[in-house]
């Protein structure tokens, strides 16, 4: 039996170009596989391959395995997970590593349990036992108010990594690698779903994950109107809008802009918290921001504990002072 050896990360991309997660992936993927001592490999499925190999290459990788097959156009749990399984068995990693995002969480555990192994989900750091040269994955839990260290001791190791938990890697154009195409192996047969239509939603301005400032309200808003006052905010600061849940249960923000547990993950550099009592579930989606400002009327909030900067009192007081303000520092 061929010896398991190397870190293999599985490479998502969009419009034919490398995701964001996948290039935080290949960040994590090339320190791991030097503290092995072994090689980064990226893996590639898709109908049409285009540049990702050579854009992984040049983000870190030392060999890129590409599968491609016409089924393989849009995102089906069945062929994917096949498809994805069988590059496993052949290349044979140590570790594998997919973001985890909606594609990565599904895809991740389906292809783990075919390969009779676990996959360690949403980790925020990752590292090498020193004295087992096993994977250690750390991840919230609790509804993110703890931190537990996670490690399996069948091969080949699988975690997906939460987006913003590492750097993106760093591009060199000149880096030279290994491109091997591999046989998808599968068929119609494995098609057990028809997508009949696709509908795109257009996002104005920032990605929120994308954002550098997120200017996010929470119940205490009481309106979709009142979002509109959080909006200005957040275009004078080149920022996004973000919302806790009742916002988005309630219909005053799509549903899209939900942050926390159960909505997106992100880690601006400043977070701006409006009127939101600061919930674990909530709090879990922004664990990696660098600078959180709480403004809220009620100097007891949960928020204010993890908060680096506060200011109490009543938002609707608050928001226009401040947009005047940063207006006067922008003109």
């Not at 935080?24 to 090339?30: A, F, N, P, V």
């Not at 309630?250 to 939900?258: C, D, I, S």
Request: proline share 4%; net charge neutral; glycine share 8%.
């Amino acid at each position: 039996m061929a010896e398991y050896k190397d870190v293999l990360v599985y490479a998502e991309s969009t419009n034919g170009k490398l995701s964001v997660i996948t290039k935080e992936l290949m960040h994590i993927g090339r320190k791991l596989a030097d503290d092995l001592g072994e090689n980064l490999a990226a893996l590639v499925v898709s109908d049409i391959i285009g540049q990702q190999p050579q854009e992984a290459i040049s983000y870190g990788a030392d060999r890129v395995f590409t599968a491609s097959d016409l089924l393989l156009k849009d995102y089906q749990t069945d062929v994917f997970t096949v498809a994805v399984n069988n590059a496993v068995q052949e290349v044979k990693p140590r570790i594998v590593l997919t973001g985890q995002t909606a594609i990565g969480r599904d895809l991740a555990p389906r292809f783990a349990f075919r390969l009779k192994t676990a996959s360690i989900m949403d980790c925020v750091s990752l590292e090498i036992d020193k004295d087992t040269k096993r994977l250690l994955g750390t991840r919230p839990v609790y509804g993110g108010n703890a931190l537990a260290v996670f490690s399996s001791e069948i091969t080949p190791q699988v975690a997906t990594v939460r987006a913003k938990a590492f750097p993106a890697a760093q591009q060199d154009s000149s880096r030279k690698g290994e491109v091997i195409s591999i046989d998808a192996g599968i068929d119609a047969s494995f098609v057990r779903m028809k997508i009949l239509e696709k509908i795109v939603k257009e996002v104005e301005g920032l990605k929120l994950e994308d954002a550098a400032i997120v200017v996010s309200g929470g119940r205490g808003i009481g309106s979709a109107e009142g979002f509109k006052q959080l909006g200005e905010l957040a275009v004078l600061l080149n920022g996004a809008v973000g919302a806790s849940r009742p916002p988005c249960d309630n219909g005053w923000v799509p549903e899209m802009l939900q942050i926390g547990i159960t909505g997106k993950i992100i880690a601006p550099d400043i977070y701006f918290a409006i009127a939101l009592s600061g919930s674990s579930q909530h709090l879990s989606g922004v664990s990696g921001a660098k600078n959180i400002v709480a403004i809220n009327k009620d100097p007891e909030a949960n928020i204010f504990k993890v908060a680096d900067y506060g200011v109490v009192g009543d938002w609707k007081k608050v928001i226009p002072a401040l947009n005047n303000k940063v207006r006067e520092l922008v003109s």
